[in-house]
């Protein structure tokens, strides 16, 4: 063979390297390391004591994250990812329009003062950073995102544990731990310093996903599976949400449940709609008092929610005319019911149902319920896969539990682990596509491609 045919063997190699798909290679190691410690310390922001101090600000810190994105972008540009990554922005920005520009009317119509204002514009602004995070995670890790995200948060919260540990003493702490697990979330001291709302609930979408979703085809992923599972089970436990062991049973049940059925987007969607509908009654309900009533009457503690729940009713009207108050005037009422000795506390509303319709008006809320609750799930069956969307309504009924009696529909780590995880999951179907359409070529095709390029160039000569 001549020097010149040997010439264009080891360039077609060079080529073939080069044509490598992009998930094969993923972003540089101290990349990686970056994004995941960003994402450490801004989960760290939870840990009360840290909480207490500086608020939501340590949550900024998940712009590094983005960072860590652009510079892969940067040295690695890789615009088809890129375009994939990008195109769930659209999608998820639809509701932060629909919050902005609702409330934007309500502040300018009701001459609402600049506290407020800046209290929800900051939520506004979280809840874009939320979306910016999933979309850079995903185009950072693609279907390895959730696994990121979950180590990360668990990293997080043993990390918060140990940080606790000096104040309570090692050998009390664990003595916490155990007597937690043994009944089943009951515990005082250390282990009630442990209770993170936020990630504790994203645990609890986790788990639904690595119980029904997650891959299991090989040992590597079935390892990773089982220690998944046991590890929410862990921190969903000494984070003090009981509740949410309930709610996950009944997803991996209306999993199994779906995927029995013949007609599978028929039912994800008539879910959707059920819940949409449902959440009128639940205000209604709420609002006279019905429902206070009937939880009382099963002998269930509503630890002061009565009492929450009845105060706004004479700052809203339960009707479709309804305009709104804006987004965090809650808050303000809140405060102002603690100066009048109303309550002892700030509480929150524990309610995201009645808070949403009171800040958004029968407009906001019907457009926020409507997007989340029919319009995603049917574009992500029409766009991906039904196993997509029923992941999706999976984790998003998994957090209406907690909608119900609780404040969980705009924390941070929720919101992120709601869009991102159907995002991760649904990137299976464009890797697949993606090697597929990658076809390397043999050393001895690529050397016959560039030998005919070669002779074509000689014959025009």
Known sequence: MSSQRMLTYGFAGSLNTQRTPRSKKGPPLIVSMLAIGCTFFAGLGDWKVLNNMLKGLPKAVALGTIACAFLFFLVDADFANLRKAVSYFPVYIILIAVYTFVSMYIWVTDFSTSAVISRGGQKIFFQ????????????????????????TMCATNAAIMVLE???????????????????????????RQLEIHDITFLFGQFLIYYMMFAPRETKGEKRIRILAVGLCLFFMLVGLKRSTFPAVIMMCLYVKIVRMTKCQDVLITLTGIGLFLFFYLYLYLTRSGFLVSFLESLGIDMMGRNVLWSLPNSYYELSPLWKGLGF????????????????NRPYPLHNDILRTFIELGALGFTLWAGIQYIFYPIFWRTHYDTETSLLYMAILTYMTVSYLTDNTAFYFWCCIGLRMIPMSYSYRIYVKERSRRWKPLSSESAANEMWAIEMEGRMRE
């Open 128 to 151: 874009l950073i939320t979306i910016i995070y999933a979309v850079c995670m995903c185009y950072l890790f693609e279907t390895e995102a959730v696994n990121y995200l979950f180590f």
């Open 328 to 343: 965090e005037k809650v808050t303000d009422l809140v405060n102002m019911w603690c100066r009048q000795g109303l309550i």
């Open 165 to 191: 540990m000096p104040r309570f003493g090692v050998a009390e702490s664990i003595s916490s731990v155990i007597t937690c697990i043994i009944t089943f979330g009951d515990a005082k001291g250390f282990v």
